[in-house]
């Protein structure tokens, strides 16, 4: 188990959307151990009672990131408990490898809402807080298929490059106000939501030679990139995607 290596009187207060997920529940016990209030919410109570009992003080809550007035209501209800809040890491996601023409409209619709609505949502909530206090980090987690063409990545790609859009957008927004808004863009990462596509050694040993690091991204790879983000260490960061993808949307290795 990891342990908080000191407590800081004043912790910083980190909501995490989908705090249960690979990602989101490697960034959470990283922020914990740093002695950050971490509150977080996800769909799954046992997954919830399970990251609570293992690191223990985090403020986790059932809630479903379409949900926007229950998004809205958590972001208050932290607020009213902190008196505000520091950072907002968004780990909401989906996976649709799809050809467009196979693509049904529920699938499309599906993939949108829990990419970029919940991202949306997450975003109008938090940031009302934030620039009430002049200060606040957000990031959001795009992927490398809104930068790279990949086949049967229509559906995916187009949710995650309107994120990459909210992010441009809303930092040009809100920076006057002391808010910083950014998003990091993973390769294949080994998580739950990726068990079942790397469960095939076939399918593994291509994605890893897609990646010019040659391996396939482990959740800590792309939440210590989060973390970092989220702190003052980046004051001077704000409208950016950073990617985390062992090379692979920029880089042709031989």
Known sequence: MNKVLSKPSDPRVIIIAGVTGGIGSALARQLWSQGCLVAGFARHQDRLDALTEECPGMELSTLDGCDSSGVEAFAAAVEARHGR?????HCIGSLLLKP???TRDEEWFQTLNVNLSTSFYGLRAVVKVMQKHGKGSIVMTSSVAAKMGLSNHEAIAA????????VRAAAATYAPRGVRINAVAPGLVETPLTERLLSNEQVRKVSEKMHPLGFIGRPSDVAGLMSWLLTDESAWVTGQVWSCDGG??????R
């Open 85 to 89: 809040i520091d950072g907002y890491a």
């Open 100 to 102: 467009a023409h196979i």
């Open 159 to 166: 949710a995650k490059a309107g994120v990459e859009g909210l």
């Open 248 to 253: 692979m949307a920029d880089l042709r290795a």
